[in-house]
């Protein structure tokens, strides 16, 4: 596993997030919808640094007993390093924190590496929904990781 500083990120490091957005995503979150997430005080977004430089990140939210994974992303030069897996784990540990007691989350059917990590964390699928995504239209899982009833995220 690569060294990696597991760091809180805010508005200064969107214009990072958004590179390695529009490297991994047909449908890249824009500058101004980074903006509102990290700027909520019940959102919690992540960055992984190697050297300073960001090499991934994860963003998430959590309210009222419930969080949602809302985005996660490794640069590809830097990936199958466990780097998404420590974000994960990272932002896992802070929604928990946070009272959260049920992890949710939308993956591309397809999207194998993802559906992988998020399996070995814990979550399994409750939904699948019809032609969630677009460009190019595609079934989510609907997944869900509920604290108390998994020890392995404890
Ligand atoms: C999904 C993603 C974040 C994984 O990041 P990563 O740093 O490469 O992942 P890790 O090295 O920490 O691997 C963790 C686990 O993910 C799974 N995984 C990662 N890459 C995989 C691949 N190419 N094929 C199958 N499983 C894979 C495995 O379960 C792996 O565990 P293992 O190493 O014990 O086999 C990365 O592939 C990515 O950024 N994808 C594009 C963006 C994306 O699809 N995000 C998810 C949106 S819902």
């Given amino acids: 596993m690569i060294s990696a500083e597991i760091v809180r990120l805010g508005t200064a490091d969107i214009p990072e ?3 390695i957005e529009k ?3 047909t449908c890249p979150w824009s500058v101004r919808s980074l903006e509102a997430s990290i700027t909520l005080p019940v959102s919690y977004w992540f960055g992984a640094r190697i050297g300073g ?3 991934g990140f ?3 939210f959590s309210a009222a007993g419930e969080a949602e994974i809302l985005d996660v992303a490794v640069d590809p030069a830097c990936r199958r390093q466990g780097i998404g897996r420590l974000l994960m784990t ?3 540990a802070s929604l928990r924190d946070s009272g959260a007691e049920t992890v949710f989350l939308d993956v591309r059917r397809s999207n194998d590496p993802a559906v992988s990590l998020y399996r070995s964390l814990g979550f399994e699928v409750f939904a699948v929904r019809s032609m969630y995504y677009s460009d190019p239209p595609e079934d989510a899982y609907g997944m ?3 604290f108390n ?3 392995d995220s404890e």
Avoid: D, E, K
């Fill in 17 to 19: 997030i958004h590179g």
């Fill in 23 to 25: 490297q991994c995503f």
């Fill in 53 to 55: 430089r960001l090499a």
């Fill in 58 to 60: 994860v963003g998430s």
């Fill in 90 to 92: 990272s932002a896992l």
């Fill in 144 to 146: 869900r990781l509920i």
């Fill in 149 to 151: 009833n998994n020890t």
